[in-house]
Nanobody
């Protein structure tokens, strides 16, 4: 069982940066691939970024954030982070952290592959 809590959201202007963090419970955090998703009002939840288990050597990004967002993990602190630079108004959404359904598995883009979700943190980017 993994419990997740996101933090770091807020209201920023276009072009600004934010760093989201997700704290995880459980001693086996390092074994889980992790992901970030977002959901804007009236839209479906969409994939943002994912990182492989243990050393985080494999990452994946949605085309819309590639080159602007960076996902990382710190297993010693049981955290996964999302550094968001050059933010745009279309990045406005609730951002969710998620842990893979299967430990020690591959990086996943689909939300169905994740079994554990945080409560979300709001990111609002004004133009």
């Amino acid at each position: 069982q993994v419990q997740l809590v996101e933090s770091g959201g807020g209201l920023v202007q276009a072009g600004d940066s934010l760093r989201l963090s997700c704290g995880a419970s459980g001693r086996t955090f390092a074994n889980y691939p992790m992901g970030w998703f977002r959901q804007a009002p009236g839209k479906e939840r969409e994939f943002v970024a994912a990182i492989s288990w243990y050393d985080g050597g494999v990452t994946a990004y949605a085309d819309s954030v590639k080159g602007r967002f960076t996902i990382s993990r710190d297993n010693a602190k049981n955290t996964v982070n999302l550094q968001m630079n050059s933010l745009k108004p279309e990045d406005t959404a609730v951002y969710y952290c998620a842990a893979s359904r299967v430990p020690m598995s591959g990086v996943l883009r689909g939300p169905s592959g994740y079994a554990y979700w945080g409560q979300g943190t709001q990111v609002t980017v004004s133009s």
